[in-house]
């Protein structure tokens, strides 16, 4: 499919065939492109492509299986501590007789030795936290609600990065389409250039007029360089939202994006589909659950907690000589004044509340703003469409009228370079409208949280 002057007329027949013949073609497309061969790029496999070497995706799946693993730290505060122990030490047993001594008793006396003897120690101990009033049990829930809130932070970068890439594929597809138009108006400006020597030379027409068709013809050819030069760079810009690296000397395939049902449905429809879908709402909406469990732990930083220590150890001089013991006890800690520190953190903990509830609520209405942009959009785009296809049929007429008046002898030049040079600005526009219209498209697919 191109929006060029001589095949603009063929783009709604050739839609669903060109969309249908690129679904069949793309596995073939895929290996072809990731061995740097010319088929075409498709949509289909430029989002493939993303999904696979976007390093956004991979910093986000990163980051949910840091929150993941933060989740796993939180819960083994809940869970029994075991540790173990040994050591070997060598000391002097010199002895130091007190000051004094009680009656009836011999006076002892000081000796001191250089000599050093061996102690070894082995022990182990197993603690287990029995009950703190929920503290921790909050502590591991929140981290919990916050690894899945990072799970649809992935899904959002997975939605923002299949907008990206829409728009950044129908931009290539735009200037490629504006290469086309380049080359119909030049193909244009040597025709005419052609007829219009042999005029001159006939003498029915003033030398002027080459002057001027070159001219045309020059210029068109800076407008062809200019457009294959915006080509090779939105093709550039399409492989960093596709996350790749390689050269732009590929090509892209006619695919569209056709109407989506959800155009015709209603504002608040769409926001209760918003609403369920959205990963960014899903992700502020866990975000204040968290908080909400932060901030019971934080209270339930002002109760006891209650544990239970054993340890096992066997000590002596000698490995064949060790004694063992055994201990075990209950504990039980009371937080009676902290410095203020817990109620400073019930006092953080319920401001990060109020503010992640207040994200919630200024997501939605952002999500709804964006609703109504992409729809309003592709209403505007769908009448540019209508009006610019109109414009482009009647500026063909025009050139072609000019044409016949220049080769008649009663039109001039300067009428004739206008006529192409609205032709060409139609055919453009033309172009515009269809870039608008899958774009906003895209938008309302990023808007519902598809991808």
Known sequence: MRFATSDMNKFRGHRWSSALAAVIAFGAGSAAFAQGASAPLTLTEALRLARAHQPVLHQAESARAAAQAQSETSRAPLLPQVNAAASYSRATANFAAPQGSLPGTTTATSNTSADTFPYYRFGITASQMIWDFGQTLNQWRAAEVVADAQNQSLRAAEVQVALNVRVAYFSARAAKDLVAVARETLANQERHLR????????????EIDVSQARADRANARVQLINAENTYDVTR??????MGIERSVDYELSDDILGAIEAEQASVDALIDEAAKTRPELANLRLLAV??????KAARDAHYPSLGFTTGLTDNGSALDRLTW?????????VPIFQGGSISSQVKVATALLATARSQVDASRQQIRLELEQARLGIRAAQALGAASEDALTNARDRLRLAEGRYQAGVGNIIELADAQLAQTAAAAQRVQADYQLFTARAQLLKALGRD
């Open 195 to 206: 007829q219009i020597e042999g005029f001159v030379q006939l003498g029915s027409r003033p």
């Open 236 to 241: 550039a810009q399409l492989n960093l939202a």
């Open 290 to 295: 968290g908080r909400e469990l932060s901030l």
């Open 325 to 333: 013991n055994w201990s075990g006890a209950l504990t039980l800690s």
